[in-house]
Structure formats: structure tokens, C-alpha cells
């Protein structure tokens, strides 16, 4: 097998994402596209290296990374619910 790998530029680096794959959050490291074949062809993935809170490392497939504080809905498309300050109701007009 091949070692090979190859860093790829990516948007949210060095910035706070979320695994939607696990719910786990934290900083985006690096991206590789790396080959995960373990004999015969080559297979290359783009993996996502995301560094958790207690300092651990952990991959995943790069489609699986959002921005933290952001939610997937089943339709795939990507919001950011509204923050409610305390002490103030949700549809409470100024």
C-alpha cells in the first residue's frame, strides 16, 4: 500500500466545526485527501482531521463537517437557529 496523502485547502480551517456524523465538535486541523486502500487499487478519501475539546483527534468524511452552531435539516440544507437572550421571550417585538 501506498503511504500517500495530500493536504487540501478547505474553508473552515483552524475553525470550530461540528462532526454531524458523531455531534461531536471541534477544530477543523486539516483535510487530506488520503489513500485508505489496505492492499490492491488505490483508494483516496478526503478526510477531515478535527481536534476535539479534550485534545484528541478524529477523521471523518470531509461532507460530514459543518460549521459549529449550525443544524442540518433532513433536506440537507444548513441554518443557524436564532439565539434567544435571557430574559427576553421569542416573539417579543421591540
Known amino acids: 500500500m501506498s503511504e500517500s496523502y495530500e493536504y487540501v485547502p478547505h474553508r473552515l480551517l483552524g475553525r470550530r466545526v461540528r462532526d454531524i456524523a458523531s455531534g461531536t465538535e471541534g477544530e477543523l486541523m486539516a483535510v487530506v485527501n488520503e489513500n485508505v486502500a489496505d492492499s490492491g487499487a488505490e483508494r483516496w478519501v478526503r478526510l477531515a482531521y478535527i481536534r476535539d475539546s479534550s485534545g484528541l483527534e478524529f477523521t471523518t ?3 460530514n463537517i459543518v ?5 442540518e435539516t433532513l433536506e440537507g440544507s444548513l441554518y ?3 439565539r434567544i437572550l435571557p430574559g427576553r421571550a421569542a416573539d417579543a417585538e421591540e
Do not use: K, L, T
Request: charged content about 10%; aromatic content about 10%.
Open 80 to 82: 443557524r437557529p436564532a
Open 67 to 71: 460549521p459549529a452552531g449550525y443544524i
Open 61 to 63: 468524511a470531509v461532507g
